[in-house]
Every structure is written in structure tokens, then in C-alpha cells.
């Protein structure tokens, strides 16, 4: 067994199926639609959140996990036998996860060391980071080890998304400087970058199929290595845009994952994100 736990927050949209078979622990958000409140990927799949908002009149709120379910995890990995946890929350530039963790681990008096990570990332970013992380505590690392591999993953990663309509980022908050997007008169399909853990406008255009095409080029001229993770919240068109993907970047693998409710809930159906690394420097 790896002495190294690796626990994280619902924010990294992983599959049920690949956190239960690398054992990770999965700290759940929570999301309220109107006066209904659901536990994230335990009262509601993401599945069930896209029907929810589309069905719903209000639009839906997040909330981070309390210190005490963090607390809980990090005191069920002591007594599952692990010496050490690193949990890798959302950004802290979007979500309170990240300070809540950091409360729970200074209530443990030292039962089990606790490395609390800024992922600065969300949904399939944050993803992949979690999984090789897991990869390289089941490898042997140490802590230590650890938190040098991940934050060098981390510091490397790009996420870059385009979004079908303004309307949740009008009322949902949490969008950083792509606020900027909000002043324009023109129905736009932006394109955002997360930037050292906030939304930044990247670029705008008017057409969904010309976002998709920009998106596609701007991963492409980055020359990106290995994996690339693609999310994505309802897209009718998710097939057609990795088809492209693939179609330029053949050397790569995807990991396709679907956005759930913690960034769908500021992002809208519709969105696509895609997290790389890029081998050159990232064209703006």
C-alpha cells in the first residue's frame, strides 16, 4: 500500500470508476437549486445536474465542502494505515475548498501528516493532476517527492475552454477578469483561460463552430505532450470537436471527462474545456 494518501475535492470532475480503482478519496461540494440543497456526485450525478438546469428557474450555487468533511477524510486515511496525505483541492482563486482543507488539517495534533496543494486549476486540470499524483504515490514517492512532481505538473498545465452562452457567468460569479466578456454588446462565444487560478478572457469570436476551430488551433500551435484531458458540460458537439482534436494531434491521448455540477454551475451546458501540456510557449 503507497504510505502516501491521496485525497481531492468533487471540483476535479473524475469519473466515479477511476477515483474508486486508484482509491481516491473524493471530498464532495455541495449544490443548491433554489431552496434544495444536493450532496455533489453522491445526491446528484452530473447527469442529473444538466437536467436539473434545465429544468430549473433559478440558476444553481456552490458551496466548498466544511472543514469537517475534509477532517473526516484526512482522519479515515490515518486509520486506513497511511502515514501521509496530500490533498489537491480547487483553486483557491475560485472556491473556499482549498481554506477549508487548511483548517481540517490543523485540527489532527499531528495523527497524520497532511500536505494541503493549491491545484489552482478545476474540472479535467485538476483531474489529471489527481491521477498522477496517485500514480506516483502507488510508485513509492514520498511526500516529499511528491509535492516537487506535482506542483512542476501543476506549473506546466494549461486549461483553456470556450463557452456556449454568457448567461451563467452574468449571474453565477467566481469568473475573475472575464468579466470583461459581460460589457460586450455582440453575442460572442468567448474563449477563457485559467491564469494562475482565475478565469481571463482569452480571446472572443462570434460563432460556435469558430470558437471550436480556435480552440483547436491554439492547443495545436502549443505543440502539446502526452495526455490531453477534454471536459465538457451537455456539448452536443463534444464528438466533433474531439474528432478535430485528434485529427491534429494524433500522437496524443484524450481523456474526455463531462464537466459536473461544480463548474457547470458557473460555466453553463455547452462548455468545452481541455487541459495540455504544452513543449512550447503558450501562444496568447
Not at 159 to 188: C, H, M, P, V
Amino acid at each position: 500500500m503507497p504510505n502516501v494518501k491521496v485525497i481531492t475535492d468533487s471540483g476535479c470532475d473524475l469519473p466515479d470508476n477511476v477515483s474508486a480503482s486508484q482509491q481516491i478519496e473524493v471530498v464532495p461540494l455541495t449544490i443548491r437549486f433554489g431552496e434544495k440543497e444536493f450532496v455533489d456526485k453522491q445526491d446528484l450525478s452530473p447527469e442529473e445536474f444538466w437536467q436539473h438546469c434545465l429544468e430549473a428557474t433559478d440558476l444553481p450555487q456552490t458551496a466548498a465542502p466544511s472543514p469537517g468533511s475534509f477532517e473526516k477524510a484526512f482522519r479515515q486515511a490515518a486509520k486506513d494505515g497511511y502515514n501521509e496525505v496530500i490533498c489537491i483541492t480547487l483553486s483557491a482563486g475560485i472556491s473556499a475548498s482549498y481554506q477549508s482543507a487548511v483548517t481540517a488539517a490543523s485540527l489532527l495534533n499531528k495523527e497524520i501528516r497532511v500536505l494541503i496543494f493549491d491545484s489552482k486549476l478545476i474540472t479535467i486540470a485538476q483531474g489529471m493532476l489527481v491521477m498522477e499524483a496517485c500514480s506516483w504515490s502507488s510508485a513509492g514517492l514520498s511526500l516529499d517527492d511528491l509535492e516537487v512532481k506535482v506542483k512542476e505538473m501543476r506549473d506546466g498545465l494549461r486549461l483553456l475552454g470556450t463557452l456556449d452562452t454568457l448567461e451563467y457567468l452574468k449571474k453565477g460569479g467566481r469568473i475573475g477578469n472575464a468579466r470583461a466578456f459581460l460589457g460586450s454588446l455582440l453575442e460572442i462565444k468567448p474563449l477563457i483561460e485559467l491564469r494562475n487560478g482565475i478565469v481571463e478572457p482569452e480571446s472572443k469570436t462570434r460563432t460556435r463552430a469558430k470558437a471550436l476551430t480556435s480552440l483547436v488551433d491554439k492547443v495545436r500551435q502549443a505543440e502539446p505532450t502526452g495526455k490531453i484531458g477534454v471536459s465538457h458540460g451537455m456539448a452536443q458537439d463534444i464528438e466533433s470537436f474531439t474528432t478535430q482534436l485528434q485529427h491534429q494531434l494524433p500522437d496524443c491521448t484524450l481523456y474526455i471527462g463531462q464537466i459536473g455540477a461544480v463548474l457547470g454551475a458557473h460555466t453553463g451546458p455547452g462548455t468545452i474545456g481541455v487541459a495540455f501540456t504544452p513543449s512550447l510557449g503558450f501562444n496568447k
